[in-house]
DNA sequence: CGCGGCTTTGATGTTCATCAAGTAAAGTGG
DNA sequence: CCACTTTACTTGATGAACATCAAAGCCGCG
């Protein structure tokens, strides 16, 4: 992990999204409040049970929200990427994490002391209200997410898969899988082997086509209609 | 339905849970833009895409939040009682609820213009920090509980809810079902004939007597044994 | 009284997890 | 850099857990 300190927050993309409705004068004083730090691919950003001391979200790149079950099983919450508020769902509720956090590609994250933006809360409604807003969003976003894989056969939550990482992560039809198999499985509730053999099938039917963890998707209108149906 | 104008807020309990930095001032013009209505049991309160115009809470009673998947089947997300936020989800991110709502006992909600809590939320920074701290709570739990319950096995799962109703809502080892043998299912993710199965299964074991919507928990260890388990 | 929804039980079938066993790939230490 | 170990991937065979289907009794309600 390395920890960068220049702060230029008045022209970062992300003002737009949550900091729209802070002042210039404001974000100088969150610059002296706020640190940034880059993950290497696989790094733990945060581990369940860890104390809550800052605010932090997304700048850059792609990590996973997960729970330990057993030593060597996690379960996945959701996988967020640039612009997504990872931390948000336990930061205002509780001292310490509910969930671990881990970069899935090189990441880079902005922490700002919690107590700084409480305080920026109380001073600016308009903040406080844009925050619930996309607090709101993020939550009951993961909620219908698990819901609705929560309700799909193995094949469909296959389908749902690939085209959340074609079309929601990457954009393309080509493109490398984040994850291993076995966190495939974690995050949409299956075993390792099913996975597997589903993506097989999958090949075998020339939806897609499969070399090691880059995927091509091949009949993305079929591969919607399992998706659907499943 | 049956609307009651009274307004005694700053008595109300509720105030100590989120209006408690809330000035007696501002519960006072919180009155004008205050509803409350009852419903019975059985009766909708909220309709899944009814258009947001209230923040609301449940004052008294207990509902299911749940959604509809086809004509003769719901997915219910969870059952709240007072003090709980139902509403919550939805009313800061969308113009429209993404859930129903529906009362399973006789029920008091209490609607507040959303708009006087938006403008409440810019003006009072405490009060936009409890929200952010109860919403938090709300779909934080919402989301552990689902998880927790996906990984059980059927025996576990029933065990869960049975202790659940047991242990968070009536807070007795007696008590009559609120909902029927289907919403049991729907809440859980499994099939009524499963569920009848199970409790008869229970029922044989000597872990619980039925009768009707009746249960008795007689061995409450084994069952939250069970639970743990599964 | 009869209809529809809820409950119950049994029989059957399908989906999916588990187990096993082997190959490939990726770290790790000498 | 190579042997070694571990982790990831893959396929097949088996069995268990669970859904589906069917049939009948029950209860509340118009």
New interface residues.
């Given amino acids: 992990m390395e920890i960068v300190n220049a702060c230029n927050c008045e022209l970062c993309v992300f003002r737009k999204l949550i900091f729209n409705n802070v002042s210039a004068s404001e974000m100088g004083s969150m610059c002296e409040n706020k640190h940034e730090a880059i993950y290497k691919k696989g790094q733990v950003i945060v581990n369940e049970g860890d104390e809550i001391n800052d605010f932090f979200y997304l700048r850059e790149g792609l990590v996973k929200i997960y729970?330990r079950?057993h030593n060597d099983k996690d379960?996945i919450?959701s996988i967020a990427k640039s612009f997504d508020f990872v931390g948000?769902?336990?930061?205002?509720?509780?001292t310490h994490y509910?969930y671990s956090i881990a970069a899935l590609e090189d990441s880079t994250v902005c922490y700002v002391k919690l107590d700084f933006i409480?305080n920026l809360?109380?001073?600016?409604?308009?903040f406080?209200?844009d925050?619930?807003?996309?607090?709101?969003?993020t939550?009951?976003d993961?909620?219908?997410v698990?819901?609705d894989i929560?309700?799909k056969n193995l094949r469909g939550r296959i389908a749902y898969i690939l085209l959340f990482f074609s079309g929601k992560i990457y954009e393309t039809n080509v493109f490398d899988l984040p994850i291993s198999r076995k966190e495939i499985a974690e995050l949409i509730?299956m075993t390792t082997e099913n996975v597997i053999r589903i993506l097989s099938e999958f090949r075998k039917d020339k939806m897609i086509r499969i070399n090691g963890k880059t995927i091509e998707i091949t009949n993305p209108e079929m591969l919607k209609k399992i998706c659907e149906v499943g």
């Avoid at 809360?121 to 308009?126: L, R, T």
Wanted: hydrophobic share 40%; aromatic share 2%.
């Fill in positions: 729970k079950v379960q919450l948000m769902l336990t930061v205002f509720s509780d509910h409480k809360i109380k001073k600016n409604g308009q406080a209200l925050l619930l807003d996309k607090m709101s969003k939550s009951d993961i909620i219908k698990k819901l929560s309700k509730d």
